[in-house]
Nanobody, 124 residues
Framework: QVQLVESGGGLVQAGGSLRLSCAAS????????MGWFRQAPGKEREFVAA????????YYADSVKGRFTISRDNAKNTVYLQMNSLKPEDTTVYYC?????????????????WGQGTQVTVSS
């Protein structure tokens, strides 16, 4: 079992930045492929970014490429999502996911563990 706890969400103006964190416990973090997703009410969970075990490989949705950066600190059992140049359409709940089937897993069903989510609101 893996437990995931997200933090760092909040309210920010358009063009601003936020950094989300996801702390993992329960299994060797360095063996977990990690990802970030987001989900608006009534919509399917949308892939945002994924990262390999070592952090050496990353993969992004086109909608966030160049604005968001996924990273990890295996010593701290934490994965991050740095979000810059935020837009109102980035407003939604963001979820951390663990144990992806492959390092570039971009489908929700490819991950076994999920956090509780953190709300990000971008005002115009």
């Amino acid at each position: 079992q893996v437990q995931l706890v997200e933090s760092g969400g909040g309210l920010v103006q358009a063009g601003g930045s936020l950094r989300l964190s996801c702390a993992a416990s329960g299994r060797s973090f360095s063996s977990l492929r990690m990802g970030w997703f987001r989900q608006a009410p009534g919509k399917e969970r949308e892939f945002v970014a994924a990262i390999s075990w070592s952090g050496g490989s990353t993969y992004y949705a086109d909608s966030v490429k160049g604005r968001f950066t996924i990273s990890r600190d295996n010593a701290k059992n934490t994965v991050y999502l740095q979000m810059n140049s935020l837009k109102p359409e980035d407003t939604t709940v963001y979820y951390c996911a663990a144990d992806g089937r492959v390092w570039h897993a971009s489908r929700a069903y490819e991950y076994d563990y999920w956090g509780q989510g953190t709300q990000v609101t971008v005002s115009s």
